[in-house]
């Protein structure tokens, strides 16, 4: 009878020595995590009072291709990025300049952060063009060019961004049609200057990772489910053009035939190739830093 009470004490005393040490791991655990929320809430909080850089989409009018002659998705408010360009949970992306929007640049900005740990803006950030405002972003980005349209007002106001020192990246247009549309209306803006395509030894895709191939970047769709990479049978070759200054200075960075915004959007996708997505993260980097450093 000793030995029973005595083996049931020992007992008792074993499961009250794994219940208390269940309990301070999971304390433990809890603070650890509330540490880590703190911390990261803590960094997000400095990167909106002190960022470095501002991803700013550029809201333009629409050329008629899609009923909207002169007009344009509006300008969405202020739009709070989880998790620093985590999670999944986005309002429903636009069209036109709003295409990807706004989880395109939450997520771009996000993984730029994770790579880099540079003090990015990490909520989106949208400007018309003739907004004051445009002069204080020296990147801007432009989605589906394809279906854009300048006043001349408002090429005379890019012109003016370009000479002061602004810097323009233009993504997701596919084929011909598209492409002429884009050059018609980049005439307005530079009248003496042509799109070029950039050669592989250009100090744009060499200023953070060496960039030795041009990859053609789908849409998440042809991206998941084997379709071809290209959306118009016209012209189905990727190519990444150039617009530069008199000094040499790319002004204008063109990713035609390839959709960098939507391997940003959905880089944690388990069906969208991670080498497509690791590309174009990588060369929306070099952009970046191309623009700040030039």
């Known amino acids: 009878m000793e030995l029973n009470t005595e083996a049931q004490r020992h007992k008792g005393t074993e499961k009250g020595r794994t219940r208390n040490l269940l309990i301070a791991a999971f304390l433990c655990a809890f603070v650890s995590l509330c540490l880590c929320v703190s911390y990261a809430a803590q960094f997000q909080d400095d990167n909106e009072s002190n960022p470095e850089f501002y991803f700013t989409r550029l809201r333009y009018r629409d050329n008629g291709r899609r009923g909207m002659f002169g007009g344009a998705m509006p300008k969405p408010g202020f739009f709070h990025c989880p998790e620093f360009g985590g999670g999944n949970f986005f309002p429903q992306q636009g069209f036109g300049w709003g295409t990807d929007y706004p989880g395109g640049d939450c997520k771009f900005m996000g993984g730029i952060h994770r790579l880099t740990g540079l ?46 020192g602004g810097f323009l ?59 071809p990479y290209w959306e118009q049978p016209d012209d189905t070759v990727p190519r990444i053009y150039g617009i530069s ?40 980097l070099n952009f970046m830093i191309y623009a700040m450093s030039h």
Not at 151 to 160: G, H, N, S
Not at 271 to 277: M, Q
């Open 119 to 164: 003090p990015v803006y990490p909520h989106p950030n949208v400007v018309d063009i003739m907004e004051p405002a445009l002069f204080t972003y020296p990147y801007i980005y432009i989605v589906e060019p394809g279906g854009l349209f300048f006043t001349d007002a408002e090429a005379e106001r890019l012109r003016e961004y370009f000479d002061r």
């Open 169 to 227: 990246h233009v993504d997701d247009f596919w084929g011909l049609r598209q492409k002429a549309n884009f050059e018609n209306e980049m005439r307005k803006v530079f009248p003496d200057r042509r799109m070029e395509v950039l050669p592989l030894k250009h100090e744009i895709f060499h200023t953070f990772y060496d960039i030795n191939e041009i990859i053609q970047i789908p849409n998440r769709g042809n991206g998941c489910y084997g379709e």
């Open 245 to 284: 200054d008199d000094t040499g200075r790319v002004q204008v960075v063109v990713t035609y035939n390839s959709d960098l915004g939507d391997a940003w959007e959905y880089m944690d996708l388990a069906c969208y190739p991670v080498t497509l997505s690791g590309q174009a993260y990588r060369l929306g």
